[in-house]
């Protein structure tokens, strides 16, 4: 096949050399609940109907346009993502706003920043969201259900009107928003030549090809969801079987009997997707599956745990699954996915270092009688070059020292749309070398013989007393306290000192009110006794309070600003009375009496036990539902 000079004409390539072969199978949910059902799509009849629709938009004029795309089927979208590149429109990927407050307010937004011209939905859809763009002041925005325009253009043979659109490889092929985990969404301007090298990158890491079978159930408005699971088979010339991510959250057992039965051998999640696995699945559904022909388990869109990792290969070793299966990688929307990634059937490099000299950014291995962490390795990097650099002075830092990442390539994108200072900060960094051209990730990480250990978010970390905490460790040793604990959130607020706040999500009801006192104790206790500060700021939440973005990672700036504007509403807290007041002082009202509670905060040096009321974490075997905030939130760091 000639080399393309942009993703569009790869399409119609494969398009028209693979009519009759399969690209995509929609995999859904039968009547029953548990068997699998799929709808097929050919390759033939993916050109067909995509053609139709771009000839269709090019007839209105849609060339350099941004087009939103609100679908929930996943045909649909497949349609209409690649009906834009055809006609040479911007697609503009976005979750449905489906009645989720946070996704109305997202796609609102999205409207307003990209200067949206179309929006592509379905029928059963188009009105509703008609009346969400009058709602918020864009009724001239158009709205199209494509499936009735689809239809229409079938009748009257449209495709046959298509004209290549004469695309350039550093065109906008679609605009990737962010999800928002530590700011507001921005749009990732993704040129045909960052999807072609991108797309080269995951062939050449994970050693995938037109034999490969590659799915997965996250959304397609997440870079992993669009780039790894949609086009990537495109790009292959192989088969990708996809789910909703709906499907997956009701019953994860979905998701592995889906890589079973359609034979999938490359595809993944983030971590929790994992996690929800070990917690959810029980020993009978282990028991009628065959996962041994998945070859490349990624893991990626948030922090790996090796923990995690070893419960769910332990967890599923008697269903074939085999621990040197997990691919750990590293990625982000700037840089259309992958930037780093280790090798397909060999275990990644773990790291056992000591926690003390990591707050200090450095990666030393553990002491004996001193609290560690182990690090997942993420790999080396693919098509693209990755440096560790100080974020104050530029300076590139030696390997085993942290500090934040960047990245040059091809496969970074061209800025965020319409935010030329941004852009100037983010995608054009200069080291103080006067090495040029690079991304700023916003992550911490290490580089130690040649391999990324990727640390935390630089705007996330919480720094107490001089010492650098990472609000994952927090939140992981926290989580661990009882078997009630869902979702958890930790971050810091500054009155006249800095204060660590906890948020925890518990599973109640009328038998564990009681306990609530008690297990807010034990979350003192327990981050006194690992990280030797004082958790003077415990809030006990019903589950779903923590917001994640749609991709499921924490969302601990909205935390924060809910937590400071008074808009969390706790089952039971205990709050000191400076960060109280400053509260108070935000929302300019006292918190109501029955939000306080008076259990005093152990001291730092505290090495009580927790209370009797908490309990141990779940085994690797339960199959008791975890709370709704530990679902992801329906598709950024890969």
């Known amino acids: 096949m000639a080399v393309p000079r942009n993703f569009t004409e790869l399409a119609v390539q494969r398009m028209a050399e693979l009519s009759g072969e399969t690209v995509y199978q929609f995999v859904r949910p039968g009547h029953d609940g548990d068997r699998l059902e799929a709808d097929s799509l050919t390759y033939g009849e993916l050109g067909r109907r995509a053609l139709r629709l771009a000839a269709w938009l090019q007839e209105r004029g849609c060339h350099g346009q941004r087009v939103l795309i609100l679908h929930t089927d996943g045909q649909q979208f497949a349609v209409s993502f690649l009906g834009c590149l055809l006609a040479g429109a911007v697609a503009v990927p976005a ?11 997202r796609v609102a937004n999205i409207v307003k920043d990209a200067a949206v011209s179309y929006l592509m939905t379905d029928a059963a859809n188009a009105s509703g969201i008609s009346q969400l763009l009058a709602t918020i002041g864009h009724s001239e925005v158009v709205c199209l259900a494509t499936d009735r325009a689809e239809r ?16 350039y490889p550093d065109d906008v092929a679609y605009l990737q928003y962010t999800s928002g985990s530590v700011s507001d969404p921005k749009g990732v301007m993704i040129t045909h030549r960052n999807m072609l090298a991108n797309q080269e990158a995951i062939q050449q890491a ?12 996250l959304p397609f408005h997440h870079d992993m969801g669009l780039a790894g699971h949609l086009l990537h088979p495109l790009w292959l010339g192989s088969r990708g079987v996809l789910m909703s991510p709906t499907a997956f959250v009701k019953r994860p ?21 994992y996690e929800l696995c070990v917690r959810r699945v029980g ?16 893991n990626g869109a948030e922090p790996v745990r090796a923990e995690t990792m070893d419960a769910f290969a332990q967890r599923f070793a008697p269903a074939g699954f085999r621990r040197s299966a997990f691919y750990p990688c590293y990625g982000l929307a700037e840089a259309t996915l992958l930037v780093t990634g280790g090798v397909p059937d060999e275990p990644a490099r773990e790291r056992t270092v000591d926690a003390a000299d990591l707050e200090h950014h450095l990666m030393r291995a553990a002491r004996p009688a001193r609290a560690s962490r182990t690090l997942v390795s993420s790999g080396v990097p693919h098509g693209c070059e990755v440096r560790v650099v100080d974020p104050e002075s530029h300076a590139q830092l030696p390997p085993g020292q942290v500090g934040e990442v960047w990245v040059r390539g091809d496969g970074v994108g061209h800025g965020y749309w319409n935010r030329p200072m941004e852009n100037a900060h ?13 991304l700023r990730t916003g992550d911490l990480g290490v580089l130690d013989g040649g391999e990324l250990f990727v640390t935390g978010r630089l705007k996330d970390i919480v720094i107490i007393a001089g010492r650098n905490l990472y609000p994952q460790d927090i939140e992981r040793s926290v989580q661990r306290v009882s078997a009630l604990f869902g979702s958890s959130a930790a971050f810091a607020v500054e009155s006249e000192r800095d204060h660590v706040v906890v948020v925890q999500e518990v599973r109640t009801g009328r038998d564990f009110d009681a306990e609530l006192p008690s297990l807010a104790a034990a979350v003192q206790q327990c981050v006194a006794r690992e990280f030797e500060v004082a958790a003077e700021n415990v809030v006990l939440v019903r589950p ?16 924060r600003r809910m937590f400071l504007e008074g ?16 509260v108070e002082a935000a929302t300019g009202a006292p918190k109501p009496p029955h939000t306080s509670a008076s259990a005093p905060a152990p001291s730092p040096g505290s090495t009580s036990a927790p209370s009797p009321g908490s309990a141990s974490a779940p085994s690797p075997g339960s199959t008791s539902a975890p709370s709704s905030g530990s679902a992801p939130g329906l598709g950024e760091r890969a």
């Open 206 to 217: 994970m050693r995938t090809g037109a034999g490969s079978v590659v799915g997965g159930w």
């Open 95 to 105: 979750p449905p706003p489906a009645g989720a407050r946070q996704n109305i307010e």
């Open 283 to 298: 020993d009978e559904q282990i028991g009628l599956l065959d996962l041994s022909r998945w070859e490349t388990a990624v």
């Open 567 to 582: 808009q969390i509403q706790p089952l039971h807290e205990v709050i000191a009375p400076e960060v109280r007041k400053l």
């Open 152 to 167: 229409a253009a079938a009748s009257e043979g449209a495709e046959s009107d298509w004209h290549e659109p004469g695309l």
């Open 544 to 559: 779903g309070t923590v917001r994640r973005t749609t991709s499921g990672k924490l969302q601990r700036r909205a935390m």
């Open 426 to 438: 983010a995608f054009h960094a200069t080291t103080s070398d006067g090495a040029s051209g690079f």
């Open 253 to 273: 057992a979905r998701w592995l009997n889906m890589i079973d039965t359609y034979g999938i051998t490359t595809g993944g999640g983030p971590n929790l997707g």
